[in-house]
């Protein structure tokens, strides 16, 4: 009888996982993803060559994930609750890791929505939030776009992504390829747009266009099936960039002259490693990135919710609130779930300093 029950707790536990590894493009989308000119010799590619682990580098991933470092805080993590806009046309809403909700010109944006435990195809294994979400996911208001950067599991989670399906009426903004896990979880084809690099669509008056990054992509043990992307979304007077997860490279400066000037950058700045350079970028090198765009107010996101590198869990922020200084820009760095007007944003606290 025990193990019975063993046999059948594990089926349980393991019963979403073929769903939650999502689907590979077929069909017309397959045909768009080939006719890509990122999509060369069965992948997708970067501008640059951008290995995941350069050679000679897998031994020193190994060290540095065996180092003794603070991997989570000793306190909670203090979470709020957003507060009613103050009028402003560009507001934000950091809720952790990559998600964030951009408010801009009346109209909402949901950017990489992740609400699960873990950032796993299982629930009983891979990385575990360091803190809850500031708001259950049904209490989010309604949204007019819900933009994806790529398929990784700490950005593209099944499970909210159902829950978005049923509670919310907006469209998926996804890079190339996406779009078949969307509809394995049954999202309507109908809320599904798809962009290559530089391709964009209008929806509820803003434009939105998916632009370059340097990463990579993948669910299970084939990757580069589907695009990755930063995004640009822009309204009538404001604009906001979003880099999605990347490597520091010459594009940002490029989409900087083409689609800037920005009010507001969304900037990755955890899960670094020297093992890893040109996949995730360094607090620095994000500097580099917000000043590349040309961007006024600078939100730090990809850190401080899952421990997906080997670097203390406040490393990224301290080196970035110390760079800013230096280089005299203007950072915001909230609490999750605290609203962040853009035209007067609060002053650094370092409130992540008195939970360490």
């Not at 084809?189 to 690099?197: F, K, P, V, Y």
């Not at 008056?205 to 930063?230: E, I, K, Y």
């Not at 507001?264 to 360094?282: C, E, F, N, R």
């Not at 040309?294 to 850190?303: F, K």
Request: aromatic content about 8%.
């Amino acid at each position: 009888m025990a193990g019975a029950a063993a046999l059948a707790a594990a089926v349980w536990a393991v019963r979403n996982v073929p769903a939650a590894l999502g689907a590979r493009p077929s069909g017309e989308r397959a045909s768009r993803v080939r006719r890509s000119k990122q999509f060369r010799d069965g992948a997708f590619r970067n501008t640059t060559p951008s290995p995941v682990l350069p050679p000679g580098t897998k031994q020193q991933v190994a060290r540095e994930f065996l180092r003794r470092t603070q991997r989570k805080p000793r306190l909670p993590v203090p979470l709020m609750t957003p507060g009613p806009s103050q009028g402003g046309d560009l507001d934000a809403v950091w809720y952790g890791h990559s998600s964030a909700l951009i408010e801009i010109e009346g109209r909402r944006v949901l950017l990489d929505p992740v609400w699960s435990e873990r950032c796993s195809p299982a629930s009983f294994t891979g990385p575990r939030r360091l803190h809850p979400p500031p708001v259950p996911l049904y209490q989010l208001p309604e949204l007019d776009a819900i933009v994806i950067s790529h398929d990784h599991y700490d950005h593209l989670d099944m499970d909210t992504v159902r829950v978005l399906a049923r509670t919310q009426s907006a469209p998926f903004l996804v890079p190339l390829g996406v779009g078949a896990h969307l509809e394995r979880w049954r999202v309507p084809t109908s809320r599904i747009i798809e962009l290559d690099w530089n391709e964009e669509a209008t929806v509820s008056g803003l434009r939105f266009v998916a632009t370059p990054g340097r990463h990579f992509s993948g669910r299970g043990l084939r990757r580069d099936q589907t695009l990755w992307a930063s995004w640009v979304i822009a309204g009538e007077r404001r604009r906001v960039f979003y880099t999605g997860d990347s490597g520091y490279f010459d594009g940002y400066a490029a989409i900087g002259e083409t689609y800037g000037p920005f009010d507001l950058s969304v900037v990755q700045i955890g899960a670094y490693s020297k093992g890893w350079p040109d996949i995730h970028m360094t607090p620095e090198e994000a500097i580099l990135t917000h000043l590349d765009v040309r961007a006024g107010v600078l939100l730090p996101v990809h850190w401080g919710t899952f421990s997906l590198a080997p670097h203390a869990w406040n490393d990224p922020i301290d080196n970035l609130w110390r760079e800013a200084k230096a280089r005299d820009v203007r950072l915001v760095v909230p609490r999750p779930g605290e609203r962040v007007t853009v035209d007067d944003p609060p002053p650094v606290d370092g409130w992540w300093q008195t939970i360490l």
